[in-house]
């Protein structure tokens, strides 16, 4: 094997310690933005560093989450997700209605059919987007909108209650301490990194967004990834509609209102690119508990409501803004 | 800092469920902290904002620190409300619930590892959670809307062309409103229900949605409105389109401007939900409950039908 | 002769790795200093910093004697200096006018006096014998007609100072010719021109001086007249390099690729002809000739409207690349930038882009042995990186070029599409890749080579076809290849 | 002037032809979306053709039509602007601080005030995009959040009623038969299309929307041009707030939500790309007229609101779909 030999020069070791410490800088600013938010709210009010709240913290944070690690694959493919609020709706509908007490089918059949629902408006959306050529906003906002409709429209905007125990128990047990939710959340981030990090689809990923056209021309069946992506992306926003229903004991065609926005803001805040390519999944989980800090945090500080709309825009000003700094470290070194 | 976890006195199952159990005066909890919570459906529209001004001031009077969250209709945000106000030791929680059939787990949960007091207020859970529940004050929605609708009837001497205006579909409280209209309705078949749409609760969405309605060339005679929010939108329309008074228009809640409106003939009935009532009642629950004395565990607070003969008298004071 | 510009050991630095070590340079009223050296070697980012793109760690301008700091591009163009820059700059959706009045737009009162641009560009472009309508939006240009564009613009700007860095990358000889033609008039009006190029014949037709920089030090200043071109290069590459197009004489084997009556209307039509086994073919033509397409279509990029492509005697229909990929077709497209690289991914995952999936395992990627791939290949075509996890973005343009190929050559491809393959890559480097295409025709693989540079495609090639607005006008072998009879043929006017 | 003769060839001249014709179809078909959306709406029902109607539409349609101006703007430099509706609110409820009976400030103190107010958030928007490196989604997302906090607070969530009878006549009256509204909207567009088309200012939104470093390069200020843009569209999001204040008669700090949802959904319906650079305010006008014929003609049919949406989704996708086929035509010929 050959090795350029000037690497093995001075400059070169020193631009790989230098290089180290502004990756590692870039890597944690929004990890250290986290921190300093934690610092404060414990300061602010103790309470918030009790493990029950922690724990709470966690477990809220979970829907959104894992609405955000499906966001995190489409925003890496140079797409975007409005519909996951919407699917969700439709999937929390369904499972409701597969494990109504006199229906009562196993807690497997809501999964299944919540995750195929999620997983068909996801593949429809990459279909109109990859196929036909819609703009990925204007193809999910009109699922956002056809699925809402969906979703109230198929019990006349009734919610569907009276659902089995086995079924209430999968959002609302705890496993060795910790809310399943959880669980759920920590088992779905870590999927996605493994596939982002590790796999040739997840590389494809990365390829799609970065650069379209050298993707297709590597050989890359750019249409058929991308249909993937929404499709995991749609499967994922079933999965939170099933977790949904149990957690709100019912199907409930309003939930998820404008939760895209929350996803796509937790992924924005880990560095996630809105123009594809960039980011990585550690990112979107430290947005995510970000945001969950800073909706918890805020209730408990008693904070009205109000305030805190104009605080939480502050707030991930300030966090992103660490962020922006930590990356420009590098070039100060 | 959790709040102990006490086996729970008063249930669905004890034999008198009107009542804890006095007497055994060792049990009486302690209370574990000043702080109560009320956890609002939202605080968007005038009524809601003056449940939480009433929420705090009533609760001051009894001594009670009150803290005000707003889910803003998010279910599952008021759900994670409610879970973050237990294990925040607050002594007690007064919620009004964004859907009706959405707290069972929390319900139970909350009731199971935190002895505190939970109320529903306003709005109602269903028949399992409330059996759960420390207790519950509540509106008939669906009265008020029967009351109104009856009113619309009267006014129409049976017979004519509404639209109905809603709230969010699928909220519960736009659900239990219409059906109170529909309940009425299915008596008088000569009253033709021409449009129905949602307005969202608000005056942008009410106004664009009224004159579509107007420019559709059907014939209207009312138009009825879930809340007061959506009226005055229509009532900037039918003034632009000279229709006052030849339309009639219903709203809910009797705000403030509901109430002039009333007043002025703009608005030919309302409905008012007397949320100062709903408090007092819930915070003489709460107060019982820590004192170990009986309270009542259902609590009714019953609409009324505002219309020019009786808004003053309601209201002497505006 | 004056001094209008110096620099005065400028020292720059990127992610803590110094790429300029205290360089200086002094360029006088009315001459073409060359400035050379090897990909990477720091002749962009010195360009740049005089043109207040990046700030200087270090170092001093002075414009006709007088220190400056220029603290960005609008700066510098209001102090006189302008600038071509390597990497072509177009606002795809505006038009070649307004792309070339951008930022200096002729107006009465904020309005834009569309006709006036127009007017004035023609004339540019005229100067240039460019016959492209002013109103032409930048997208629909091939890309040497918007290298055409950019030069317009920078000769448009009436500056003192004029920065060109490699203009003739991707522009033909013809082009050439009349941008040399305007340099010597522009240097008879006392204008100082600083011009990159890897193209060493250019420089002893058009410099007054030379300076070679080798990694980010300056080796030497030297009239051009004094120096020849065996010592140019042995500056830049630190060695004695003989030839840049080595010999081969590879043995032609069986028939690998037949294209039958290829036609897509509006780009090519009725193209015929094959390729055997060890050999090089050139193809030739004008810009707009239609080669690129003829390849792309070839590769699945794109569909044929009529006509067969037969890979290895049979009738071989690819929907996409991955069709041609996987008939051991490979294609190094002619915009390294747009089709041939993720800018923002690292060289590694650049590297192994097309093979990733061959060697995984269970979807898993093989992390070991990509890295392996990836350092044979930096090691073998000499890619000048800090580290494989560095984003190809910042790479030299040089080094993006062998990325690309090192990208392809993992593919282990029988037939080659080169398309432009040279393009922006310094002598030694150019030599490595010509003795690399040599080595794969050894091995009996068949190589398509699309070059705008005639004596590459002389020195190179075992046959040339040449074509000429969409149609394959010729076909040159042995003896025939020379530079004045692939002109005779590529040219529609006679 | 010179034509190159090689024009003169086969391949050369079909191209230029099939290009011309290509640019026709791109250009109107959209256009052809809306009067094929018209015609089946006139045909479902007849008082949909009503000249009452048809001024209606385009009264309703001018809030969103004014926000998606601003909208386009900021999407033509390559951002994007989520917090027009929260803006929007703000404005409101400063116009109508301004005009309550009993203050009776005149008109156009209340005109000042929103117009202000908005600039004042368009330019904080920018100014943190420019010069501090937030990214378009999260500064706006931010400003989303804060302004509707502003909103509230202002009030404590209570609208301000009773607004002077001369500024009620601001979006209430009547001009020449036509509601005064459109007036508004046609003034805006007409303006912003003189901006882009013709100035110098508008080549440098499409610079810098099409290759920031160009315009870079180029001498062109980014920064500075972004903040203005974004500084119109804010004063623009203040100038639908005065109107809506006048138009519902009060002071309403919670109007205006996800209206950046269709303002969005405008600009890319009329061909606005959303990576900047490319589309033009005709696109955008017929983008809002289709937007409100959907939600006009669906009313006034009796469609429940439930079915509007999903309808509303479908029929989004045909009209973009039918633009799509239009601009592919050119590939075909
Ligand atoms: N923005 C940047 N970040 C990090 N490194 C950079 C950046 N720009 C340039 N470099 C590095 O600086 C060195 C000099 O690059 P430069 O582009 O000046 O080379 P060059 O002499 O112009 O080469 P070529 O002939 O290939 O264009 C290269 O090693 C390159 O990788
Ligand atoms: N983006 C585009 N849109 C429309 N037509 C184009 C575009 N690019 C190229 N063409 C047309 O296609 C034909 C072939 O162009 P192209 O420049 O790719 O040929 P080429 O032989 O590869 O020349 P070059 O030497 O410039 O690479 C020309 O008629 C050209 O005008
Ligand atoms: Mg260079
Ligand atoms: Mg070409």
Known sequence: MQIDKRAEGFPYRMHLMSLRSAEFWKKTGIFWALVILVIIMALSQPAFLTQQNLINILKQASITGILAVGMTLVLLSGGIDLSVGSVLAVACMAAAFMTTADRGYPVIVAFIAGLSVGALFGIINGVGIAYIGFAPFIMTLATLSAARGLALVSTNNKPIFNLTREFVAVSNSQFLGLPSLIYYFAATALIAYILTRFTVFGKWIYAVGGNENAAKFSGINVKRVKVIIYGIAGALSGLTGVLMASRITSGNPTVGEAYELDAIAACVIGGISMSGGSGSIIGTVLGVLILGVISNGFDILGISSNYQRIMKGIVILLAVYIDIRARSAKKTI | ?318 | MTEILRMKGVVKSFSGVEVLHGVDLSLNEGEVLALVGENGAGKSTLMKILMGIEQPDSGEIFLNGVKTIIPGPAHALALGIAMIHQELNPVPEMTVAENIFLGREVNRFGFVSRREQERLTEAWLQKLRLRIPPATRMRDLSISQTQMVEIAKALSLNSKILIMDEPTSAITQQEVNDLFHIITMLRDEGIGIIYISHKLDELFQISDRVQVLRDGNVINVTPTKETSRRAMVRDMVGRELSTIYPTCDSQLGEVLLEVRDLTRYGEFESVSFSLRAGEKLGIAGLMGAGRTELVSTIFGERQPDRGEIHVKDKVFAPRHPNDAIRQKIALVPEDRKLMGLNLIMTVGDNITMCVDRRESRFGLLNIKKNKEMVEEMVGSLAIKVHSYSQNVENLSGGNQQKVVLAKWLLTNPDILLFDEPTRGIDVGAKAEIFELINSLVMQQKAVIMISSEMPELVGMSTRVLVMCEGRLIGELSGADITQENIMALASPLQ
């Open chain 2, 1 to 318: 800092g959790s709040a102990p976890t006490k086996p729970q006195a008063s249930g669905g199952d004890a034999p008198a469920p009107a009542a804890t159990s006095a007497g055994e005066t060792s049990t009486v909890p302690q209370p574990p902290s000043k702080k109560v919570a009320w956890v609002a459906s939202n605080i968007a529209n005038e009524f809601t904002t003056g449940m939480a001004d009433n929420a705090v001031a009533i609760g001051k009077e009894h001594g009670w620190e009150v803290t005000v969250f707003n889910p803003n209709s998010d279910l599952a945000k008021q759900i994670s409300q409610i879970e973050n106000a237990a294990t925040q030791g607050f002594a007690a929680i007064i919620f009004d619930p964004v859907a009706f059939d959405g707290m069972n787990a929390v319900v139970e949960n909350t009731m199971a590892n935190h002895n505190i007091p939970v109320i529903t207020l306003h709005g109602s859970v269903s028949p399992e959670a409330q059996k759960l529940l420390t207790a519950y004050v509540a509106v008939d929605l669906t009265k008020g809307g029967e009351l109104k609708m009856e009113q619309v009837v009267k006014d129409l001497g049976g017979k004519g062309d509404i639209a109905i205006m809603t709230g969010t579909e699928g909220q519960t409280s736009a659900l239990l409103v219409t059906q109170g209209y529909d309940n009425v309705l299915k008596n008088y078949p000569d009253i033709n229900v021409v449009f129905r749409g949602a307005g969202n609760w608000n005056a942008d969405d009410a106004t664009p949605l009224a004159e579509n309605w107007l420019s559709s060339g059907k014939h209207l005679d009312a138009i009825v409105c879930n809340n007061d929010g959506m009226a005055l939108g229509v009532r900037a329309v039918l003034q632009a389109a000279g229709l006052t008074g030849k339309i009639k228009l219903y709203g809910l809640d009797a705000t403030k401007e509901g109430r002039a409106a009333i007043r002025d003939g703009s608005f030919d009935a309302t409905i008012w939900v007397d949320s100062y009532a709903e408090f007092v009642e819930a915070f003489k629950i709460i107060d019982a409950f820590y004192a170990g004395q009986p309270f009542e565990k259902e609590v009714m607070v019953a609409p009324s039908l505002v219309t020019k003969d009786n808004v003053d008298q309601l209201f002497p004071n505006d």
